[in-house]
């Protein structure tokens, strides 16, 4: 019973760790798509505000501002076990900087009145390059995560059958051992009772 316990108890374990760690690679996946969305909210908040030079048009870009940081934390935070992810992470950090830099210019200048400069900035294109190195370095974070997922979802799944193969044999092996006990005391109760004949016989 100490050895099942013993047993149950590790498989389990083990079964709790695969859970975890496939809870961590959906919450890099997670965190990746924010980091995504937000991007897209503040390019669309600085493009209403360069057109119409209105402030509340801001309103999608200062919330991306707001959450930059933390999404950025939270994913080195998340990634810190996987060196590719982290490497890649570092770079991403730069483009993000890069990217929210020539957002944060443009607005300045259409706040100045110098629509025209901030136009020309944005026709440089340095924007979409930025940009488009965002979404592959984002791209390297979300396959390798995906990677990850489906060898631990192999990984989780022969746990599992092992813990269940094991739990079976164990089973099995605990009803021999109660048959075998049950057997033993019905076999010395015979031998007892016989012994208890052939004394009465002898008497």
Not at 62 to 72: M, T, V, Y
Not at 135 to 156: C, F, G, K, P, Y
């Amino acid at each position: 019973m100490i050895i099942s316990g013993g047993v149950t108890l590790q498989n389990l374990t083990r079964l709790r760790s695969d859970v975890g760690k496939l809870g961590g690679l959906y919450d890099v996946l997670e965190t990746v798509d924010a980091v995504a969305l937000e991007l897209r909210e503040a390019e669309t908040g600085q493009r209403g505000y360069l057109v119409t030079g209105d402030e509340s048009y801001l309103e999608p870009y200062n919330a991306a501002e707001s959450r930059f940081d933390g999404l950025i934390t939270r994913l080195e935070s998340q990634t810190s076990d996987n060196p590719l992810q982290l490497a890649v992470l570092q770079e991403l950090n730069k483009s993000i900087e890069a990217r929210r830099g020539e957002l944060a210019t443009t607005i300045a200048l259409r706040r100045d009145g110098r629509l025209a400069e901030a136009e020309k900035v944005v026709k440089t294109d340095i924007g979409k390059e930025i940009m488009d190195r965002i979404r592959e370095q984002l791209d390297v974070i979300r396959n390798n995560a995906r990677a990850r997922q489906r060898e631990q979802l192999s990984a989780t799944d022969q746990n599992y059958r092992t813990a269940w193969f094991t739990g079976l044999l164990l089973t099995l092996a605990g009803l021999a051992l109660v048959a075998g006990v049950v057997w033993a005391i019905a076999r010395q109760r015979k031998l007892k009772e016989r012994n208890l004949e052939l004394d009465a016989q002898i008497r």
